[in-house]
């Protein structure tokens, strides 16, 4: 592992308040948040000031009622916790997200009819009409008056 070393500069409160809040979204922690922050630029400026995303990545943002937001934070919370390893909201749902698209693959692979091999019948090559048994070659008909198959 690489060693580590501390790193301190004074910014501007209305800096700070950006950087904070956009680390709380990523559910990463400061060190990690501004760690990656630097990466990214150091990335950027190397080539030639163009963002080049990790094996294509996007991203996703979507807003969620207040109730559901404070759930998933006590959930991130009794999780850490209880692992004693901090679980963010991206690993979270990028989890969450994952799964369901699993169970859904799976679900659509089992809803794909197995394709029916044609057994060859015992009256293959014959017409319908020749296959019929003797003397069945007529049907009654509403009236009462016989109809002949294929006529």
């Known amino acids: 592992m690489e060693q580590k070393k501390n790193l301190c500069a004074q910014i501007p ?3 700070h308040d950006r950087v904070t809040e956009a680390r709380e979204q990523s559910g990463l922690t400061t060190a990690q948040y501004i760690t990656n922050l630097l990466l990214e630029y150091y990335e950027m400026k190397e080539n030639g000031g163009k963002m080049i995303m990790p094996n294509s990545s996007r991203t996703m943002a979507f807003q969620i009622p207040e109730t559901l937001f ?3 934070k006590a959930h991130l919370e009794r999780e850490t916790q209880r692992t004693g390893k901090k679980l963010t909201q991206r690993e979270f749902v990028l989890g969450l997200v994952e799964e369901a698209l699993e169970a859904a693959e799976r679900q659509a692979v089992e809803d794909i009819p197995e394709p029916e091999e044609e057994q060859p019948s015992e009256d ?3 017409s319908p009409c020749e296959a019929q048994p003797e003397g ?11 109809a002949v198959w294929g006529a």
């Open 13 to 15: 409160l209305s800096l």
């Open 70 to 72: 404070q759930r998933i």
């Open 124 to 126: 293959a090559g014959v």
């Open 136 to 146: 069945s070659d007529t049907q009654p008909q509403e009236d009462g008056e016989p």
